[in-house]
């Protein structure tokens, strides 16, 4: 046999646990972390969000859905022209993310954007919606 053969034969304990151990410490936050879940953030309402005591529609709803209500309010007003939302309970809202969401939850560091740092997601309404001052009507 020439060297190199007998170089990796002799060595090949040592290549095989070096292997395990890179393995092991490359993988180790994966498997450390797994199952475990951060926990939700505690969500601060303004005092005219705690005194409506309720929202456009459910609470469990809004927390998964918010963003496709909004998909629908944009499509509503843009294209139709269409800026009046009844809920299914009958309450009538104006369409508006700055003068109806924003006018209750006008806390956006300690609302949105805690819940939304912590879903990994960045919305792109507050380019536009967050600095712009209310209508007036």
């Known amino acids: 046999m020439n060297d190199k053969k007998i170089f990796l034969i002799k060595d090949k304990k040592y290549i095989i646990a070096g292997l395990v151990v890179f393995i092991a410490l490359f993988t180790f936050p994966f498997w450390y972390n797994s199952g475990k879940a951060a926990p939700a953030p505690e969500l601060k309402l303004t005092e005219k969000a705690k005194a409506a005591k309720e929202c456009v529609m459910p609470t469990a709803y809004m927390r ?9 309010w944009r499509h509503s007003v843009v294209r139709n022209s269409d800026n009046i939302y009844v809920n299914p309970s009958g309450k009538a809202y104006t369409m508006s993310l700055s003068n109806t969401c924003l006018d209750c939850h006008s806390n956006k560091a300690d609302f949105c954007d805690k819940c939304h740092d912590y879903a990994s997601v960045r919305p792109y309404c507050f380019d536009c919606h967050i600095d712009k001052p209310k209508e007036i009507k």
């Open 64 to 72: 998964a859905e918010h963003m496709q209500l909004l998909d629908v």
